[in-house]
């Protein structure tokens, strides 16, 4: 499994969800790194912090009590607070956000669960998936870039989880994520669109006549083409240089069924 890494404790839990729920085989796993708190750092601050902050007050009230002035002291005290003071920030930060938990995302033959760590080990069957949305999205400042990834698997009945780059063998594991559950959902949704439903795909939506937005839809007849470039979904009216509709490809849901599902139809359709 290219998108597992090595020696990793695959929770029980998550394997007896797979098996309940008659998932089949494995085909991918991932899970988060989330930052732990920095316990040694604050020991190793604190520490000389508590002490230097002994000596500073009982300088103090030594100097107080012997010239009348605990001031003297004053240069002492605010070197104290300052390991004080940031290993107090450090602890009132932990304290108003704590850590992410460790969650586990896997896939398998025929759907996906997540397991987060001692809690629930949620499990959907491809049907039991309302959408797969993936929003990768290249950042430059114009020197160099980097791309962020970020996928959001949502059920049928609303639950969801959103991976990102925190997950070691993320973009492997969105790819063949990706490319399983658009072969399942490709397939029922061909059946819908027999059936003469209309099937959505967001802002968009498919019916066996044609593609449509809102008010504005456009026949097979008409469709010359619809694919993906430079990050935007183009769907192209025969005859026209501009493209009939423009949609940003990051955050389309679904997106490899709608392509597919779109080409096999104006293929359909072609004179």
């Known amino acids: 499994m290219s998108s597992e890494r090595h020696a990793v404790r695959i929770p029980h839990a998550l394997r007896a969800a797979a098996q309940e729920h008659g998932l089949g085989a494995r085909k ?8 732990r708190f920095p316990w040694g750092a604050v ?5 000389p912090g508590v002490l230097l902050g002994w000596l500073a007050v009982s300088t103090a009230i ?7 002035a605990w001031y003297y002291s004053l240069p002492l005290l605010v070197l104290a607070a300052i390991p004080l003071g940031l290993v107090g920030f450090l602890l009132l930060t932990r304290l108003l956000r704590p850590p992410p938990p460790q969650v586990w995302v896997a896939w398998y033959e025929r759907g ?3 397991h987060f760590e001692g809690g629930e080990t949620p499990a959907y069957t491809w049907a039991e998936l309302a959408s797969v949305t993936r929003q990768d999205v290249k950042v430059s400042n114009g020197v160099t870039s980097a791309t962020t990834h970020r ?3 949502r059920s049928e009945e ?3 989880i959103v991976l990102g780059d925190d997950f070691g063998g993320m973009v492997p594991f969105a790819e063949g994520l990706d490319e399983a559950f658009s072969r399942a959902r ?4 061909a059946a819908r669109l027999e059936a003469g439903e209309r099937v959505g795909f967001g802002v968009v939506d498919l019916d066996i006549s044609g593609i449509g937005q809102g008010g504005r839809r456009i026949g097979w007849p008409e ?4 694919d993906v470039k430079r990050g935007l979904v183009e769907i192209h009216r025969r005859g026209e240089r501009k493209p009939w509709l423009t949609l940003p490809a990051p955050g389309f849901p679904n997106l490899s069924a709608f392509l597919t599902l779109a080409d096999a139809l104006r293929r359909r359709h072609e004179s």
């Open 28 to 35: 991918g796993l991932v899970r988060n790194e989330p930052k």
């Open 43 to 47: 020991l190793t601050i604190g520490a």
């Open 151 to 153: 996928m959001t698997i």
């Open 158 to 160: 609303g639950a969801e």
């Open 186 to 189: 490709v397939s029922r949704d």
């Open 62 to 68: 030594e100097d107080q009590r012997e010239q009348g």
């Open 112 to 114: 996906v669960l997540w």
């Open 223 to 226: 469709v010359e083409r619809v």
